[in-house]
């Protein structure tokens, strides 16, 4: 679907508008808010201004989906009012009737930002996540000493889901990651504070905690992660991943001395959330694709910025300790339309384009072990230029972009982003692209670049093997067209 309304921009530029991943129909979005399944289905609410394609006085507005990947759009659930905007926060399952909303009520927690800074503040769905009421006893939690940045509360269950346990809220407050924990989601205690040294990452924000699988068997490893303005590739912002154990109370790094590793190698994965309610085992998560340094500058179609695919974590234990691995998910497989290319061994420059107007493939390429020539070039553009080049190497993903043609986005969109490869681990390499992104998930998921792109109407993509064809290239590569399900 291509989206023509907007400003005076979107008339110039035409903007192909995604179609596996979440977009506002107009006007803004950024961070995810309130991830959660209910009943069978995924909802998404996310930062948003619905009177303009930049940002301002923040909502949460609502999509849902049935597959993770094709969303519809359920209209505003959270506005401004008189304790300030709606900034980012999470939604539970009150299963067992704890806020006294109702067994089953749905919960949300997020932040109010206004006169009286930053406080954090419930509201409550009983049908179904349809429509909001807030609490009239906000905000339920603010500051102890006037913290200026004190935001973005991801709450969790610790214990039986409606038996014995306690709620656990996690929250960004100046350079630390304060826990609290309360037993009826309205009255919270300060149980322990998370704050390392870390200093250069810029403003903490948007932090989570969860427990996923290690290495596919029984085992588990807590991860705490927590977005930094400046944490990510040639300073964007940037997720970053801790491992470490949570006793309900307390989150204990494995290595208190190990720098953190980014969960994503590209500039636009931040404010990274998991959802709540999934089946026990499984953890899924997703970002908003973008860069706080370019996000208000990139072309609009009279809306501006996604979420990423949802992606399937779990964690393996490597010579340097738990890593999160982040693949994706089999719906996003079973979106899968016409197979566009099957190719093995050297390949001389094809372009594929598709008959209409959408512009998604999932790509799949194999690169044998331990080569350091070879692999393969992809390319987005037309013959003329190219705004994404992507090298693949067993070595190393290369992602080097440029602003479309005729339209300069800013300095610090036209780079490279570089992530070195495990040579021990060759395999099957993912490229999800849509029509303004590309996320490449390398080394089994453990090594992942997210990069949003822009071009006026649809491009061509190109595929190649990199370098001298008679070298003894082992390059597999398998296209297919992503199509979305029927909404509605
Ligand atoms: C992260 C963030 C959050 C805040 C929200 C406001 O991108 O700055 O810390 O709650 O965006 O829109």
């Not at 609290?180 to 810029?202: A, K, M, V």
């Not at 499984?282 to 072309?299: C, E, I, K, M, Q």
Request: glycine share 12%; hydrophobic share 40%.
């Amino acid at each position: 679907m291509s989206d023509g309304g907007g400003g005076q921009e979107a008339e110039q530029f035409r903007v192909v508008r995604p179609v596996v991943h979440l977009t506002p129909p107009v006007g803004w979005l950024n961070d995810p808010n309130g991830l959660c399944r209910h009943d069978g289905t995924y909802h998404a609410f996310y930062q948003h201004n619905p009177a303009a394609d930049v940002w301002g006085p923040m909502h949460w507005r609502h999509a849902t989906s049935r597959d993770l990947h094709t969303w519809q759009d359920d209209g505003i659930a959270l506005a401004p009012d008189e304790h300030g905007a709606i900034f980012s926060g999470s939604a539970v399952c009150d299963s067992g009737g704890t806020a006294g909303f109702g067994t089953g009520a749905m919960l949300a927690l997020f932040t109010h930002a206004g006169g009286q800074g930053q406080v954090q503040s419930l509201a409550s769905s009983t049908d179904g996540l349809r429509t909001w009421a807030k609490y009239d006893g906000n905000p339920v939690l603010v500051p102890a000493s006037g913290e200026k940045d004190f935001r973005d509360p991801k709450v969790f269950r610790w214990g039986s889901p409606s038996g014995q346990g306690h709620w656990v809220m996690v929250l960004a407050v100046g350079t630390r990651v304060e826990i609290y924990r309360s037993d009826d989601l309205r009255s919270w205690e300060l149980t322990s504070s998370f704050g390392p040294d870390l200093s250069g990452i810029g403003v903490w924000e948007c932090p989570d905690l969860f427990e996923v699988r290690v290495d596919g068997a029984g085992d588990t490893c807590w991860f705490l992660t927590l977005s930094g303005t400046n944490a990510g590739a040639h300073g964007h912002g940037g997720t970053l991943a801790i491992s470490g154990t949570f006793d309900g109370v307390a989150f204990e790094p494995h290595d208190p001395a190990a720098p953190p590793p980014l969960v994503d190698h590209g500039p636009d994965f931040y404010a990274a959330q998991t959802f709540a309610g999934l089946p026990r085992g499984r953890t899924v998560w997703t970002a908003w694709l973008s860069s706080w340094h370019y996000a208000l500058s990139v072309p609009s179609g009279g809306w501006r910025g996604a979420l990423g695919i949802p992606r399937e974590l779990d964690a393996v234990s490597t010579r340097d300790g738990y890593r999160l691995r982040q693949r994706p998910t089999a719906e996003l497989t079973s979106l899968r339309g016409r197979c566009v290319l099957r190719h093995e061994g050297p390949l001389a420059r094809v372009s594929l384009r598709p008959d209409d107007d959408t512009f998604a493939y999932d790509v799949a390429v194999e690169l044998g072990p331990g080569q350091d020539v070879g692999g393969a070039v992809l390319e987005i553009g037309d013959e003329q230029a190219a705004v994404v080049t992507l090298t693949l190497t067993a070595g190393v993903v290369v992602v080097e972009r440029r602003s479309p043609p005729g339209r300069f986005v800013a300095d610090s969109f036209e780079q490279t982003y570089a992530a070195a490869l495990d040579p021990e681990e060759p395999g099957v390499v993912r490229i999800v692209i849509d029509s303004t992104s590309l996320e490449v998930f390398a080394d089994g998921g453990k090594t992942v670049v997210s990069a949003t792109w822009f071009w006026n109407g649809v491009p061509a993509l190109f595929l190649a093997s990199n370098g001298d064809a008679d070298a003894s290239v082992a390059c597999r590569v398998e296209v297919h067209e992503l199509r979305p399900h029927a909404t509605g």
